[in-house]
């Protein structure tokens, strides 16, 4: 019996095997697989009493919609400048646009063959959401942190937690909505202090200068809105703990990675927790 990294390994293999495309391959990276992600799915799925076979696929379904949803974002990340309308860049964007297209038809032949519709509908409704949220948080439409912290939680968990609504596993909804959003405030965190790019902190500063005159909104205020961002990273942390002691997981290898997030968060916010 393989355990479980060997496992992921494999369901992470699969996922990308079952992307391949040779053409789009030759040009573009292959997709970027979450393995906490992969995790909290297997984890979901495997509490259920169904075949291995159909677990993988509905793990593997619900992958390549993240993929989908993951590839076409590097579309909108892409800074549209003269360079990016001409030449090989201009292909790359298309060719991108197509994979993302690509992976959305790969998943619905996978539940169309499996003859499972209802989860059809589950994974386009969470993929609605997730594009409506990121159209906020790209537009620059969100006005206040609740928002900013809802949207960011829905796009980075909403895949999951409507999966799991539909399996009545509420378990799964709260850690995946909680945990990820943990890691997506992190990841945006050390993102901004290692190369000052961030979209979540992009969007903390707008939301700040809306509210504010622009000739008050100096490094003090700066400085407010990275305390903000650090109470918010706190808040999931605890609420990952509040969590986990509630429902008490019992699969030992999400149990464990759990765990392993939030030490890797804790640094960061006992560090918050004495500045404050």
Do not use: C
């Not at 980075?156 to 009545?168: F, M, P, Q, T």
């Not at 965190?189 to 707008?206: C, M, T």
Request: glycine fraction near 4%; aromatic fraction near 8%; charge should be negative.
């Amino acid at each position: 019996m393989l355990n479980i990294d060997d496992l992921l390994i494999e369901l992470k293999k699969s996922t990308e095997s079952k992307a391949y495309h040779p053409y789009l391959l030759k040009y573009l990276d292959k997709p970027n697989i979450d393995i906490d992600k992969l995790l909290l799915l297997w984890g979901m799925f495997n509490e259920l009493d169904i075949p291995e076979q159909e677990r993988n696929t509905y793990i593997l379904a619900t992958l390549l919609v993240q993929s989908a949803l993951d590839t076409h974002e590097l579309v909108t990340n892409t800074h549209d400048n003269e360079n990016s309308k001409s030449g090989r860049l201009l292909k790359d964007r298309q060719l991108t646009v197509l994979a993302g297209d690509y992976y959305s038809g790969l998943y619905y032949q996978l539940l169309a063959n499996s003859n499972n519709i209802e989860l059809i509908s589950v994974l386009s409704n969470a993929i609605k959401d997730i594009n409506e949220h990121k159209i906020m948080l790209y537009q620059n439409t969100i006005t206040n942190e609740v928002e900013l912290i809802r949207s960011t939680q829905v796009i980075e968990s909403s895949l999951i937690g409507k999966v799991a609504d539909y399996l009545n596993m509420p378990f799964w909804k709260e850690i995946s909505g909680a945990l990820l959003l943990l890691k997506r405030l992190h990841s945006e965190r050390l993102s901004y202090l290692k190369n000052g790019e961030s979209i979540v902190v992009a969007a903390f500063d707008s939301i700040a200068a809306r509210n504010l005159d622009r000739h008050t909104f100096h490094e003090g205020e700066s400085n407010r809105i990275h305390a903000a961002i650090d109470e918010h990273i706190l808040q999931a942390h605890r609420s990952v703990e509040h969590i986990i002691r509630k429902f008490a997981p019992q699969n030992k290898w999400v149990n464990e990675r759990i765990h392993r997030i939030l030490e890797v968060t804790a640094a960061h916010t006992n560090t918050f927790v004495e500045e404050g």
